[in-house]
Every structure is written in structure tokens, then in C-alpha cells.
């Protein structure tokens, strides 16, 4: 059961979780239509750029804990997922949590620009209108990042984030994304969920366009 905050009630407001899944659904789908054609530059200039598929899908956790696969542009090498081991000595994040590395060997030139710019979280739309995300909410972490979080953090603040469909986008992207440690971003995440409101979505969504369009903290 998708569990969301109640502050909000305290105001007067009680939001719903249907309300969402309606505003998250109608999205996605005007979305996907709209940005067909912004879908198919990126495909062909991946398949220019560097050999390998276009996109790119990983195991995530979602809502209660279950894995799902994210979708995503390619921005990286097709052999990636094989070099992290090697790589994991350069992490730049604090905890070592995520793996975060500035100038990560494996990314493909057209990769860094997509990255720089959020365009390869754009397939996530077809996780939106499949039920496994949402667009605001907290990030679906790997496999490997849960492993390290429950090595180091409160089960409980980690289930707690869990107990909520992941987003596109959230708090964590419009106050610092890549430049914050991992318990800022999971105090940022239960910060959310303890205050969420659609006004609040309304909200992220419309700072997520301010800190892409300048490119903040994002590689």
C-alpha cells in the first residue's frame, strides 16, 4: 500500500493518492506524444555517436522494496556496468552510497550532453504511465546503492522511502542533486513524503525545468 503524507490533512487539504496517479498518468501520456519527435533525434544521434542500443534498462528498487527495470537513454559505454568494480576506488560521493564520478571514463560524448541536460531520464515517462514511477518522488536507487545503504543506514528511513512510487524527479534534483551526500538526499526524500501534496509537484516539476535549463549539479 502506497503510503503518502498527512501534514497536509492538518491543513485542510487531504490529498489523494489517485489524484496523483491521474495528474502522473495524463502526463506521461501527453508527454510521450509531444516529445516523439525529440525521442527519435536522441535515438538516431546515440546510434551515431557510439556503438551499442539506444537505450539503456537497470534493475531499481521501487515502491515496498520491489525491483523494477528504469528506462533510460544510453550515455554510456555498452560494457559500463562491467568496469564499475575498477572504478569504484574514484567515487566522488560522500558515503560512497551512489557512485558518482565527474569525469567517469565511460560516458559517450553525446552521453555527457544528456546527462548535463536530464534528456536521458526522459524514457522514465514509460515507467510513469506503467505504474513503476512517478514524476515526483524519491529516486529509484540500483541494487548496488541498496546493498551499501543498509549497510550504513536506518532500515526504517530506508523503508520509509521506500514506501512511495520513485520519481523522475524530486527534491534531491532541485536542491543540489549530484552535490549532495546521500543523507542529505534520503532526509530530502522523507521530507517529501511527509509533506506531499500535489501543489507541492506542481512545484518540483516547475523547479526541475529552472536548475536543467542551468545545468546544476548534474554529471
Known amino acids: 500500500m502506497e503510503i ?5 490533512e492538518l491543513r485542510g487539504f487531504a490529498p489523494s493518492p489517485a489524484n496523483k496517479r491521474l495528474l502522473d498518468t ?41 525491483t523494477f527495470r528504469v528506462w533510460k537513454f544510453r550515455t554510456m559505454v555498452i560494457d559500463a556496468e562491467a568496469q564499475l568494480s575498477r572504478l ?17 571514463p565511460r560516458i559517450t560524448r553525446l552521453g ?5 541536460t536530464s534528456l ?10 506503467a505504474g513503476e514511477m512517478s514524476l515526483v518522488g524519491p529516486r529509484p536507487l540500483q541494487e548496488r546503492d541498496c546493498r551499501k545503504a543498509g549497510a550504513g543506514f536506518d ?3 530506508l523503508a520509509l522511502r521506500q ?17 549532495l551526500s546521500f543523507e ?23 523547479q526541475t525545468v529552472v536548475v536543467v535549463l542551468a545545468k546544476k549539479g548534474a554529471y
Open 4 to 8: 503518502l503524507t498527512r501534514k497536509s
Open 26 to 66: 495524463l502526463a506521461a501520456l501527453v508527454g510521450l506524444v509531444l516529445l516523439a519527435p525529440v525521442f527519435a533525434c536522441i535515438a538516431v544521434a546515440i546510434r551515431l555517436d557510439s556503438p551499442g542500443p539506444v537505450f539503456f534498462r537497470q534493475g531499481r528498487r521501487g515502491l515496498g522494496g520491489r
Open 163 to 179: 514506501s512511495v512510487r520513485p520519481g523522475i524527479t524530486g527534491l534531491w534534483q532541485v536542491r543540489g542533486r549530484s552535490e
Open 112 to 116: 555527457q550532453f544528456l546527462r548535463r
Open 120 to 129: 536521458d531520464e526522459l524514457p522514465q515517462l514509460l515507467n510513469v504511465l
Open 184 to 206: 542529505q538526499m534520503l532526509q530530502l526524500d522523507l521530507e517529501y513524503i511527509d509533506n506531499w501534496c500535489l501543489s507541492q509537484d506542481l512545484a518540483i516539476l516547475w
Open 88 to 104: 569504484e576506488q574514484f567515487n566522488e560521493s560522500e558515503g560512497g552510497v551512489l557512485f558518482k564520478m565527474k569525469d567517469d
Open 155 to 157: 532500515s526504517k528511513r
